[in-house]
């Protein structure tokens, strides 16, 4: 319950807006005396995780939050296991993108909100986009963390490599929620290995948004 409450927090509480795409995020931790170790550049972000999870977070500025699509390049030389992504405490992944909304004029609403508050906003929806996991590419999961307001889109099973990603943040937003989507008002990148005891080492780069 804590780790879920914690990700609910990390993904939804205002912060300033970031200078670019990547770099300058801020990390949330999971846990209060362990984290992964993240290195971020000025348009890449590097992870090592060793039997720890954590994220970083960032809200996007308002000229952002029409955004529909994004494009990155991610690699992964040290993978966790394949797990069962929709299951609490037993779904570790190399790396998760997500992509928050919450109609315009909530998230106006929320901007100075608190924690609790924003705990409460039922209007916000989180798309996942995973590298990790047993499951097929393009399937959709639904999120052990965030019930119905979040949706994992599984890109790339566990495994190393690189590859380059494009999404049609729209029309997977109908495939999981139905409808067009609200704002798009922000961002955050994790790495998960505690549940399997495992370990990572994996980056991101070049994240563009259209």
């Known amino acids: 319950m804590?780790?879920?409450?914690?990700l609910c927090a990390a993904l939804l509480l205002p912060l300033p807006a970031m200078a670019g795409p990547l770099g300058g995020w801020t990390e949330?931790?999971?846990?209060?005396?362990s984290g992964n170790d993240w290195r971020q550049g000025s348009d890449s972000v590097a992870v090592r995780s060793n039997d720890t999870v954590s994220m970083l977070w960032t809200t996007l500025p308002e000229a952002e939050w029409s955004s529909t699509g994004a494009s990155w390049s991610w690699s992964v030389d040290q993978s966790v296991p394949a797990t069962d992504l929709a299951r609490k405490g037993g779904d570790d992944r190399n790396l998760s993108?997500?992509?928050v909304f919450m109609p315009e004029e909530i998230a106006r609403q929320n901007v100075n909100s608190g924690i609790?508050?924003?705990?409460?906003?039922?209007?916000?929806?989180?798309?996942m986009y995973v590298w990790g996991?047993?499951?097929?590419?393009?399937?959709l999961l639904g999120s052990p963390y965030l019930g119905g307001q979040g949706k994992t889109v599984v890109l790339r099973g566990a495994g190393t490599?690189?590859?380059?990603?494009?999404?049609?943040?729209?029309?997977?937003?109908?495939?999981?929620?139905?409808?067009a989507p609200t704002s798009l008002v922000g961002l955050a990148l994790?790495?998960?290995?505690?549940d399997t005891n495992g370990a990572i080492a994996a980056s991101l780069s070049g994240l563009t948004l259209n």
């Open 2 to 6: 804590i780790k879920a409450r914690l």
């Open 28 to 33: 949330q931790k999971f846990s209060l005396f």
């Open 97 to 99: 993108l997500y992509f």
């Open 116 to 127: 609790r508050q924003l705990l409460d906003v039922e209007e916000a929806r989180v798309l």
């Open 133 to 139: 996991g047993n499951a097929q590419r393009g399937a």
């Open 161 to 179: 490599g690189a590859h380059s990603e494009r999404v049609d943040l729209a029309a997977d937003y109908r495939r999981a929620f139905g409808g």
């Open 190 to 194: 994790s790495a998960d290995s505690d």
